[in-house]
């Protein structure tokens, strides 16, 4: 059994300020934010070249699992402010974003294994493999701006991005396998 819990946060903020006191005021800010969680784990319950035999037929149970859970979150923001006597300016850029990566791979097996023998039989035979993966991610950029000239010329340009890639790969495989016996 495997159980793997990642959470995994990133947080931050730009500030640009400029202030003309008798001509431009220019206030520029970026900011990027980004979380990135990779989990590659291998689960492997086996029998392999042995012989199970039982003098009261007992069940045999064979199982392999694994739960991954991933809680990522990612946020930034960006302030510009910028205020002149005559013209202003401000341009704020933010951005943030989580990756989430998880490649798991569980097998519960039996091989070259004799299972029970006419003498000695086991009961109920079970093979189970199970993967349970769970991914949360959140993110959030923002951009304020603000351009002020009590003059001439003001601007204020903002831009935000945010985003999420969330992968899930792997495989879940039970069986008997390569010259096994089941009595």
């Known amino acids: 059994t495997s159980e793997a819990t990642v959470w995994g946060m990133g947080l931050s903020a730009g500030l ?3 202030r003309g006191k ?30 199970i035999t039982s003098t009261n037929a007992a069940d045999l149970t064979l199982t392999a699992e694994d739960t991954t859970q991933i809680m990522a979150d990612a946020g ?20 943030s ?17 004799t299972i029970g023998t006419e003498a000695a039989p086991l009961g109920a ?3 189970m493999a199970t993967r349970d993966t769970e991914i949360w991610a959140l993110t959030i950029a923002a ?5 002020y000239g009590s003059t001439g010329f003001s601007a204020a ?9 969330n992968v899930i ?15």
């Open 22 to 51: 008798e001509n431009l005021g220019l206030g520029v800010a970026i900011n990027g934010t980004g979380v990135v969680n990779v989990v590659h784990n291998t689960v492997d319950s086996f029998i392999h070249a042995g012989t």
């Open 169 to 183: 790969s792997g495989s879940a495989e039970a069986g008997i396998v390569e010259d096994s016996t089941v009595t």
């Open 125 to 127: 035979l079970s093979l």
């Open 76 to 95: 930034g923001v960006s302030v510009a402010v910028g205020i002149g006597k005559k013209s202003g300016a401000a341009a704020a850029v933010g951005a």
């Open 157 to 165: 340009i903002g831009a935000a991005a945010a985003g999420a890639v």
């Open 143 to 147: 951009s304020v701006t603000v351009g």
């Open 97 to 113: 974003v989580a990756v989430n990566i998880v490649s798991n791979d569980v097998h519960a097996t039996i091989t070259d294994s």
């Open 16 to 18: 640009g300020l400029g």
